[in-house]
């Protein structure tokens, strides 16, 4: 099994880097999907209520996991 490498950002490393930063600007991050699925996943099946506190946080995917994502909730769907 791989190792997990998430790191704990702790902000600019210069004091004077903050400066003239938008206060409503989010600081982002961008991760392989497969880095968080296993966490999230798990998160997810453990019912974890700390996952209630990103239930309205909107995230960023490729066009194409998009699609898949779609085609996968349309082909599990009990049948009528």
């Known amino acids: 099994m791989q190792a997990n490498h998430l ?4 902000g600019p490393q210069d004091e004077s880097a903050g400066v003239g930063v ?6 982002t991050v961008t991760v392989p999907l ?10 997810v099946q453990s019912q974890r209520t700390w996952l209630r506190d990103f239930a309205d946080d909107e995230v960023t995917i490729s066009m194409d ?6 085609a996968y909730q349309h082909y599990r769907r009990p049948s009528a």
């Open 7 to 10: 790191r704990v950002y702790y």
């Open 34 to 43: 497969m880095e968080i699925m296993p966490l999230l996943a798990d998160a």
């Open 65 to 70: 996991l998009y699609e898949v994502i779609l």
């Open 22 to 27: 938008v206060e409503n600007q989010r600081e």
